[in-house]
């Protein structure tokens, strides 16, 4: 090799690599080689020596491991079953759908013997070692880049633990596809799938509004599914940095909707909380109200609260990540510091992302907590009090959340202790409340306690009642004296279903301004207005019933009637269908 200028071995290069250089001379170098060629680069004028096709795939042989993650064997493998499809711009159009999820899941259980791992120990930590970043080597790709060439948009953000088991967690995205309603061609937005693990990691910008989460977000619309492990607490999101990091996005929503999912202690069935109603019992509750707050109920009382011990001990400082530099990263997100620093032991800005995500945690499961059974023996009792006492002081530590939409339709606050404990977990800074509790079981009284506990910043605030059926006149007064502020703008009750007259409805359908004005008239004028309105109601009730009868009539005389009516004509219809005056 003397005499050779600047000789450069290179192994192996793509056709791409190679375009850029000339070829000087095809000559025999060298017998180790075998017939090689000297080519000079275009650009800066250095000469290498480039070795034949067989010599460079010798040395791509020999310099990979056979076995592993990225040996040989398994590379083959994983390259056979997830072809590559084409390139998919935009992270946010990677959603993966629940039959590419079970796709994937098949490939591992009929390959994870060859990995020497359990099929039941299986993790999404697993799915990334052995496929996810083997198939995505070669073309510095994405999973769902091999799994499909169509760009799809998620319906739901999924963030879960790494460490939570993968026949868990389809099972968990599978129920909730199914409870929601949705298509099999719903997308679902999971990072392991969606990112290419070979080019840049998932981004934590200084500003997290610029990073590809907070994009697959915004494009899920906020909807977030949560998937839990409830038989590890040590792999709640709760625990996780990431999780924190991606929840923490949703903080400026009023109520981000937010649906959980977890398989249950006997490894079989999985419990679903959904933000809201499902399609299916949005339609129960529109033929039928109060039922599909029943179904719901019903639906979600298996779910498990142990999930509540891990909400009240989050702290995002005693978060983990796999990597010790994501966390590093993140944490300096969160305080605004520059990202490679080490991390603070305490800021300001942890303390608050802790308390605000409490209280987003807490949010998320209240309505559960409140809907569940009170225990009969005091000793259990005191235990279950004591635990949601600590939620509702969690939920009211946001200090920093000015609006609330939150719905506890369907709650037992029949019970007094539960309806203090829901007035108390209100954040006190609020200045827009949307609170639905409906079929509630609110007592009067209760309601008359609400008042009182309502932040004095409030300006708007709309409160459905409706189905609370002993709530009265009375109580709507007595709530009305506590509860109109100078700084309340805006009020909105849902009465309907309860025992409130129908003159009060009225009044209450007219707004603020006419509940003020009703408020100041004396007791006997007060019952007066009421009664009035009621006799209007019934008047306008009357003309309507009378219009649409007489309409009726004109229908069915103009059709005739066959002739054992005995007659024809209005007089006959009236007879033959009761609608005589």
């Known amino acids: 090799m003397k005499g050779t200028p600047s000789t450069l071995l290179l192994p192996k290069m793509s056709h791409s690599q190679t375009s850029t250089f000339s070829v000087i001379s095809a000559e025999s ?24 096709a067989s010599v460079r795939l010798d040395f791509h042989r020999y310099s990979t491991p056979v076995s592993g993650p990225m040996g040989r064997k398994n590379l083959k493998q994983v390259a056979s079953g997830f072809k590559f499809q084409r390139y998919i711009e935009g992270v946010e159009n990677r ?6 999820l079970v796709q994937v899941q098949q490939y591992a259980l009929g390959h994870c013997h060859s990995w020497e791992l359990e099929m039941s120990a299986l993790t999404t930590h697993d799915i990334v070692e ?31 633990s790494w460490g939570v088991l993968v ?6 995205v599978r129920e909730h596809s199914a409870v929601r309603g949705l298509s099999g061609q719903t997308g679902y937005w999971v990072c392991a799938y969606a990112w290419r693990p070979h080019g840049q990691l998932p981004d934590i910008p200084a500003n997290p509004k610029d990073s590809s989460l907070f994009i697959a977000m915004q494009a899920s619309q906020f909807k977030v599914l949560l998937v839990l492990d409830s038989t590890s607490i040590a792999e709640m999101p709760m625990t996780r940095t990431w999780c924190a990091f991606e929840c923490a996005m949703c903080l400026h929503k009023t109520m981000p909707a937010f649906d959980v999912a977890a398989v249950l202690s006997n490894d079989v069935e999985v419990g679903v909380i959904t933000s809201g109603f499902t399609s299916i019992e949005t339609r129960m509750e529109r033929w039928l109200p109060g039922s599909g707050i029943a179904a719901k109920a019903k639906r979600e009382e298996t779910f498990p609260l142990d999930v509540l011990r891990a909400i009240l001990q989050f702290n995002v400082l005693k978060t983990q990540t796999q990597a010790d530099n994501d966390r590093r990263r993140i944490l300096n997100c969160m305080a605004g510091r520059s990202l490679d620093l080490e991390p603070l032991t305490a800021d300001d800005s942890y303390h608050q992302v802790t308390r605000r995500l409490r209280s987003l945690f807490g949010l998320v499961f209240w309505q559960r907590a409140l809907s569940e059974d009170l225990p009969a023996e005091k000793g259990r009792l005191a235990a279950h009090l004591t635990v949601l006492g600590d939620l509702a002081k969690a939920i009211a530590g946001d200090w920093w959340r000015k609006s609330l939409c939150l719905c506890l339709s369907g709650c037992s606050l029949q019970h007094p202790e539960l309806a203090e404990l829901m007035m108390n977990g209100l954040p006190e800074k609020l200045e827009s ?8 079981g609110l007592s009067g009284p209760s309601l008359h306690m609400f008042a009182r506990s309502l932040p004095a910043t409030l300006q708007s605030c709309s409160i459905d009642c409706s189905g609370c059926e002993g709530i009265t006149d009375a109580d709507v007064l007595a709530f009305l004296e506590d509860l109109l502020g100078p700084s309340l703008k805006t ?4 009465l309907s279903r309860t025992r409130v007259s129908r003159g009060l409805q009225k009044i209450n359908d007219k707004g603020l301004g006419a ?17 009035e309105l009621e006799d209007e109601r019934e008047i306008t009730r009357a003309q309507a019933l009378l219009a649409g009868r007489r309409q009726a009539l004109e229908i069915l005389g103009s059709i005739g009637l066959p002739g054992d009516f005995g007659g024809s004509g209005s007089d006959c219809c009236m007879s033959a269908y009761g609608l005589e005056n």
């Open 29 to 52: 170098s060298s017998s180790l080689l075998g017939k090689s060629s000297l080519v000079k680069s275009a650009s800066t004028g250095t000469s290498f020596l480039l070795p034949s």
């Open 95 to 100: 959603s993966v759908t629940t039959a590419q």
């Open 130 to 160: 052995w496929v996810v970043r083997p198939a995505t080597k070669e073309k510095n790709s994405s999973l769902m880049e091999h799994l499909t060439n169509k760009a799809l948009l998620p319906s739901f953000f999924v963030s879960h």
């Open 167 to 172: 026949d868990k967690f389809i099972k968990c």
């Open 433 to 440: 409340l949307k609170l639905d509790l409906s079929c509630s």
């Open 491 to 494: 009020l909105n009750l849902g």
């Open 515 to 531: 509940l003020r004005e009703w408020q100041k008239m004396p007791p006997a004028l007060q019952a007066q207005t009421v009664k």
